[in-house]
């Protein structure tokens, strides 16, 4: 995620960090040059169809309440994350609380939050699709690797100590909701990161940008000349990066500049845990080049 003070107007018209322009650079570049040549052959090679501008208006506003529409259900799925990491965010601070209002040893509690963290930790990683955390993030000791799904086995090791150390029912019952509260955001965000936005959205969106990116110089012949090329590469930025941004977005776990900073979100839970630990609380994420990760 970028993180970034109100900027002025330089750096709004130059920043590149968390732009989506270096990716979509050589496509612009690709529907400039084409335009570039048409007006060239319209000049000095043979007159092209020089067509009327009202039918690309009303194409071009059914393409943007398309990409607007597409780029919502993106944000949608991208702000619908960052709900589910709050919630764990909450019921990990609960849990901690729980453990030293029900656990009555020390080192029941400590293996229970041990192993909570290692759930966050595994569960982060199963979302990025990257390898399993370092023994800086193994809290337990515990090498979940060979389990199946490892952030489900972290969770049961946890659960599996409480039912073994809770000195009552009513303890098994409230430790056992909060880990199920757990658990239900652990699915929401299984359920965003494994559904992507249907396929179909995709194709129909790219194919109609490139389609409107392609014919739209044939209406700027007349009245633009030399100019269009330039109108053309702004056309294609608008459409191009909406439909890029869509993309991001439709990944929130992702580690791009805009995906949302789950490494950051673990740490504020470790730091809310330490006082339950007997531990010193790490020090917050800070951005890297205004990107927090």
């Known amino acids: 995620m970028i993180i970034r003070e109100k900027t002025g107007v330089f750096e709004l018209l130059f920043a590149t960090k968390g732009s989506v322009l270096p990716r979509i650079l050589p496509r612009i570049i690709t529907v400039s040059l084409l335009s570039f040549l048409l007006v060239w052959i319209d000049i000095f090679v043979a007159s092209l169809p020089h067509l009327e501008a009202a039918p690309f208006a009303v ?35 609960a849990l901690a609380r729980d453990c030293a209002m029900f656990l009555p040893h020390d080192a029941t509690r400590r293996e229970v939050l041990h192993l909570a963290l290692d759930f966050l930790h595994l569960h982060r990683a199963n979302l990025r699709r990257t390898k399993v955390p370092d023994a800086s993030q193994n809290w337990s000791g515990v090498d979940f690797t060979p389990e199946a799904h490892p952030p489900c086995a972290a969770l049961n090791a946890a659960n599996l100590a409480i039912a073994k150390a809770a000195p009552d029912g009513f303890a098994r019952k409230a430790l056992s909701e909060r880990l199920s509260s757990i658990a239900l955001s652990q699915a929401g965000c299984e359920r965003i990161a494994t559904t992507p936005l249907p396929y179909v959205y995709s194709l129909l969106v790219f194919r109609t940008t490139y389609l409107y990116c392609l014919l739209v110089p044939f209406a700027l012949l007349e009245g633009a000349a030399w100019m269009t090329p330039i109108f053309v590469a702004i056309i294609a ?5 909406l439909a890029e941004v869509t993309e991001e977005l439709a990944q929130p ?3 791009t500049v805009n995906g949302l900073p789950l490494d950051a979100i673990c740490r504020t839970v470790e730091i809310s845990i330490a006082p339950h630990l007997g531990t010193p609380p790490p020090s917050a994420l800070a951005p890297q080049g205004y990107y927090l990760s």
Request: aromatic share 26%; no cysteine.
């Open 237 to 241: 930025y608008v459409f191009f990066g």
């Open 59 to 93: 194409f071009g506003i059914a393409l943007s309440l398309f990409l607007g529409f597409r780029n919502n259900a993106a944000y949608e799925r991208w702000w619908e994350g960052r709900r589910l990491w709050g919630q764990l965010v909450a019921d990990m601070r």
């Open 253 to 255: 776990f992702g580690e």
